[in-house]
């Protein structure tokens, strides 16, 4: 089981090998609507990334950040364990209904964020789906890529601080793998608050419900009023 998108990078020859083996390859992005770069601005940052080793290409591949598209994975993945001989029963659909409960807690959560301040600003292109389900725009990014080995340059970073300015964006989140420097730099010169989060790190509970509520509830403590 991967993401797929080449989230995996490295392992993508192994996964390769393996199903050339025989062996069934579940890959999570095949069964959702994969979100790709809107812009034309946006294709030609990754036009410019193209070099960097782990550029992922124009298709967004941090699915995980809405628990509706994982409902979606976790149906289809079902079905394929069992004619693998795993049992899952009722697993996958019990699960599924988990993760429809958890967007409801998370919508609830944002709720406090009024519609001018769902405006975000993050580290790199993190929270693409996230946005996208909860009515949130992606405004900039300190690091114009969907990985954090990208490198702004100082022509990108002061777009990305008049933009903040221009759109009254309240915060910047900077999650784990921003240039810590850069990312205060940019906050501080834009007048707002650093946040800081973690995409992509279980938090001490973890599971993937206690990512999903922490992402939630750190966005809605720094847009809120």
Same mark, same amino acid.
């Given at each position: 089981?991967?993401?797929?998108?080449e989230?995996?990078?490295?392992?993508?020859t192994?996964?390769?090998?393996?199903?050339?083996d025989?062996?069934?390859?579940f890959?999570?992005?095949?069964?959702?609507?994969?979100?790709?770069?809107?812009?034309a601005?946006?294709?030609?940052?990754?036009?410019?990334?193209?070099?960097?080793?782990?550029?992922?290409?124009?298709?967004?591949?941090?699915?995980?950040?809405?628990?509706?598209?994982?409902?979606?994975?976790?149906?289809?993945?079902g079905?394929v364990?069992?004619?693998?001989?795993?049992?899952?029963?009722?697993?996958?659909?019990?699960?599924a209904?988990?993760?429809?409960?958890?967007?409801?807690?998370?919508?609830?959560?944002l709720?406090?964020?009024?519609?001018e301040? %769902?405006? +975000?600003?993050?580290?790199?292109?993190?929270?693409?789906?996230?946005?996208? /389900?909860?009515? $949130? #725009?992606?405004?900039? =990014?300190?690091?114009?890529?969907?990985?954090?080995?990208?490198?702004?340059t100082? %022509?990108e +970073?002061?777009?990305?601080?008049?933009?903040i300015?221009?759109?009254?964006? /309240?915060?910047? $989140? #900077?999650?784990?793998g =921003?240039?810590?420097?850069?990312a205060?730099?940019?906050?501080?010169?834009?007048?707002?608050? +650093?946040?800081a989060?973690?995409?992509?790190?279980?938090?001490?509970?973890?599971?993937?419900q206690?990512l999903?509520?922490?992402?939630?509830?750190?966005?809605?403590?720094?847009?809120?009023?």
């Amino acid at each position: 089981v991967s993401n797929g998108l080449e989230l995996e990078e490295a392992l993508l020859t192994v996964l390769e090998s393996a199903a050339s083996d025989g062996a069934t390859w579940f890959q999570a992005a095949e069964h959702i609507t994969v979100r790709e770069l809107e812009t034309a601005g946006d294709a030609e940052h990754h036009a410019d990334e193209g070099d960097h080793e782990h550029d992922h290409g124009a298709e967004d591949p941090h699915i995980w950040t809405d628990p509706l598209a994982m409902r979606d994975v976790v149906l289809a993945l079902g079905p394929v364990l069992e004619e693998a001989g795993i049992a899952v029963g009722d697993g996958a659909s019990d699960l599924a209904d988990e993760l429809v409960a958890l967007d409801a807690t998370v919508a609830a959560i944002l709720a406090t964020v009024a519609d001018e301040d %769902r405006k +975000l600003v993050t580290g790199h292109r993190s929270l693409g789906y996230f946005a996208d /389900r909860y009515g $949130f #725009a992606p405004i900039g =990014t300190v690091i114009p890529s969907l990985s954090t080995s990208g490198e702004p340059t100082a %022509r990108e +970073l002061a777009q990305l601080i008049e933009d903040i300015k221009a759109n009254e964006v /309240r915060a910047v $989140f #900077a999650e784990v793998g =921003t240039p810590q420097a850069v990312a205060e730099a940019v906050a501080s010169d834009s007048g707002v608050e +650093l946040v800081a989060f973690s995409t992509s790190q279980l938090p001490e509970g973890g599971t993937y419900q206690d990512l999903i509520v922490e992402i939630a509830t750190t966005v809605a403590g720094a847009l809120s009023p």
